[in-house]
């Protein structure tokens, strides 16, 4: 009897030191070699394949690209690529721009003139010019080592037939009256059509055959150039020439037109991937780095520079000071977001160097109501702090009449999970791509678009782009973001690089269209404020604010209205009330964020995925 006792004992003493030891759903990941994570288990395993053959980071990176662009949900082949790369031979940070633009005959007078207030969520008239493609081919062209042919090898696969997952398939499923509407995506998606259920089933192989056509013919355009006498890069920069200018082109424009689209040859022909220099800030010594003004990124080194200023750590973490503190910075900095933010290659050009001063953070955090919440914060004026005057003061007057007619406030709610909370849209699809390798190679991409219900143009099996949504039609909203041919919309999509004493210290991005931003500071200062290790900082609680106007659909906006995790005290549910928030309450409210780590002391990654999706990661 004793030693029952003893072992029951024994075993409950081991159960506690599992607890204490494994704090989180999902164990850190651990790598030495190299480090592969994205929104899909398919995806990684692809990341984890490139890395095997010897590929590094940025092959990797390119082969989970191209594998869950194949898996639709949250993204296809015709959306864009967002990404930022760290270069260990040259030690700098590098910004991909492969964000598609408006094309031909894309006025703010043609949608107004159809009865919209924005372009449209769905369809050919919300389509912007694919850019993962050619976001993917520089990518690999510039900084990888592998062809072509080897990196898009997993996503061809996939293309012959992969299972489908649960989760898209009731996607597809809910989405399938929208689908119909295009005859080339209900031949696509719709495998069970005139069933009750009409979608792929989870775990039906899932067949897409124009997709794997045009794959191949990318990969026939690399051959031709290398049998030619051409070199690695010259060969890849082949097979984007024939995505864009060749029989591609035409297959693609041509299924456009059927669809009753805008894209012509000349806008794939005109458009170009942009390799730029990234903004920064740095944060207590530590310098992150995003992209600028053509996507949301700026707001997250806005937000750095004004909690700077505050003694965060001793508010205490998700406290109601706390809680209160990043509502009403994120506020400010995305009210300049929605005024302020858009296509730096589009005149008027956008206060970018006003935006990032730490002096005016400054004057910014001045205008806290540290009280209540401020439901009527307007941009504010960053031309006096880089000698400047502001052209568009006037609107700025007007901004909460106008903001007036898009308001609307929700009761508290509580859900079952889902992967996207309901009611809004601001968790738009995404997914999240982080890589690094022992070399020193490291990329962090958010990709996009061209998410289930796409419209599928013509027999390319390519989904066109939803991110024209994002443009604005009037002046008085955006100066800088009303839609025009060949421009790009401010997109919501966000990586992230931090670099610490000049060397990697974090790669983390994150699905969620408006929250993106939202999740990532948290999760940085999860990190760098609140000392959790990078799986704990992305399972961690966040707050989520809709008070800016979304860059979907109607772009609604929702003062007041406060995500906060279930596990919330009721305290400090009472006080947020009392000082003007509407609760929003979620079993989960981590993002999904995914990160690397980087461990000089011990020279090794580790790797975090929240536990809020499907997203997963392999390391060696």
């Known amino acids: 009897m004793l030693t029952k006792r003893l072992l029951h004992f024994t075993l409950c003493i081991l159960c506690v030191f599992i607890l204490v030891a494994q704090s989180t759903q999902k164990p850190v990941l651990h790598g030495k070699h190299w480090i592969a994570i994205t929104g899909k288990p398919l995806g990684a395993t692809a990341g984890a394949m490139i890395f095997n053959q010897g590929g590094n980071a940025v092959d990797a990176a390119c082969a989970m690209l191209g594998a869950t662009s194949t898996m639709w949900d949250v993204l296809s082949w015709g959306g864009e690529t967002q990404a930022l790369i760290?270069?260990?031979?040259?030690?700098?940070?590098?910004?991909?721009?492969?964000?598609?633009?408006?094309?031909?005959?894309?006025?703010?007078?043609?949608?107004?003139?159809?009865?919209y207030d924005y372009p449209p969520n769905f369809g050919p008239l919300a389509a912007v010019t694919p850019g993962t493609p050619g976001g993917l081919m520089t990518m690999l062209a510039e900084y990888g080592t592998m062809s072509l042919e080897e990196v898009l090898a997993p996503a061809m696969e996939m293309a012959q037939g992969y299972p489908m997952e649960g989760q898209t398939a009731s996607r597809i499923e809910g989405s399938k009256d929208e689908i119909k509407k295009w005859p080339p995506s209900e031949k696509v998606f719709l495998t069970n059509k005139g069933e009750e259920w009409e979608a792929p089933e989870a775990g039906e192989i899932f067949v897409q055959s124009d997709l794997?056509?045009?794959?191949?013919k990318l990969?026939?355009?690399?051959?031709?150039?290398?049998?030619?006498?051409?070199?690695?890069?010259?060969?890849?920069?082949?097979?984007?020439?024939?995505?864009?200018?060749?029989?591609?082109a035409d297959d693609f424009v041509n299924g456009v037109k059927d669809l009753g689209g805008l894209i012509t040859k000349k806008d794939l022909a005109d458009w170009k991937v942009y390799i730029e220099e990234p903004l920064k800030t740095n944060y207590k010594g530590i310098d992150v780095y995003k992209l600028t003004s053509w996507?949301?990124?700026?707001?997250?080194?806005?937000?750095?520079?004004?909690?700077?200023?505050?003694?965060?750590?001793?508010?205490?973490?998700?406290?109601?000071?706390?809680?209160?503190?990043?509502?009403?910075?994120?506020?400010?900095?995305?009210?300049?977001?929605?005024?302020?933010?858009?296509?730096?290659?589009?005149?008027?050009?956008?206060?970018?160097?006003?935006?990032m001063s730490k002096e005016y953070a400054k004057a910014r955090l001045k205008e806290i109501n540290w009280e209540e919440n401020n439901a009527e914060v307007k941009p504010g004026d960053p031309y006096p702090f880089q000698d400047g005057k502001n052209p568009y003061l006037k609107y700025i007057e007007d901004w909460t009449k106008e903001m007036n007619g898009k308001t609307g406030f929700v009761p508290?709610?509580?859900?079952?999970?889902?992967?996207?909370?309901?009611?809004?849209?601001?968790?738009?699809g995404t997914t999240s791509i982080q890589a690094a390798d022992e070399e020193g190679w490291v990329v962090s991409i958010t990709p996009s678009g061209g998410w289930v219900p796409a419209a599928i143009a013509g027999n390319t099996g390519i989904g066109l782009s939803q991110r024209a949504q994002s443009f604005v039609l009037n002046e008085s909203e955006n100066p800088y973001n009303v839609i025009e041919p060949g421009k790009r919309p401010r997109a919501?999509?966000?990586?992230?690089?931090?670099?610490?004493?000049?060397?990697?210290?974090?790669s983390f991005a994150v699905q969620g269209g408006d929250s993106q931003d939202q999740n990532l500071l948290q999760f940085f200062l999860n990190m760098v404020e609140f000392d959790m290790n990078v799986q704990e900082a992305a399972e961690a609680a966040n707050i989520n604010s809709y008070q800016m106007r979304g860059s979907f659909?109607?772009?609604?906006?929702?003062?007041?209205?406060?995500?906060?995790r279930e596990d919330t005290p009721d305290y400090v549910r009472k006080k947020l009330r009392e000082m003007g928030y509407t609760l929003q309450i979620r079993e989960r409210t981590s993002g999904p964020i995914n990160a690397i780590f980087f461990?000089?002391?011990?020279?090794?990654?580790?790797?975090?995925?929240?536990?809020?999706?499907?997203?997963?990661?392999?390391?060696?």
């Open 492 to 506: 919501t999509l966000t990586p992230t690089l931090a670099l610490k004493d000049g060397k990697p210290f974090l």
């Open 599 to 620: 461990d000089w002391e011990n020279g090794s990654m580790w790797g975090g995925s929240s536990n809020f999706g499907e997203d997963y990661g392999i390391g060696w």
């Open 212 to 216: 794997y056509n045009t794959l191949s």
């Open 553 to 564: 659909g109607q772009h609604e906006i929702e003062p007041g209205k406060l995500l906060i």
């Open 86 to 115: 760290y270069n260990p031979n040259t030690g700098k940070v590098i910004g991909i721009n492969a964000l598609g633009v408006a094309p031909s005959g894309a006025t703010a007078e043609f949608y107004k003139e159809k009865g």
């Open 295 to 355: 996507v949301q990124s700026p707001v997250m080194l806005q937000s750095l520079n004004m909690v700077e200023q505050l003694d965060v750590k001793s508010m205490g973490y998700n406290s109601v000071n706390y809680i209160h503190a990043l509502y009403q910075i994120m506020n400010l900095t995305f009210a300049d977001r929605d005024f302020y933010y858009g296509d730096p290659y589009f005149p008027p050009e956008e206060p970018i160097k006003g935006l």
């Open 219 to 248: 990969v026939e355009a690399e051959q031709n150039a290398l049998k030619a006498g051409k070199n690695r890069k010259e060969a890849i920069y082949a097979a984007y020439d024939r995505f864009y200018t060749g029989d591609i």
């Open 412 to 428: 508290d709610i509580q859900s079952p999970q889902s992967e996207f909370p309901t009611g809004t849209e601001i968790y738009n």
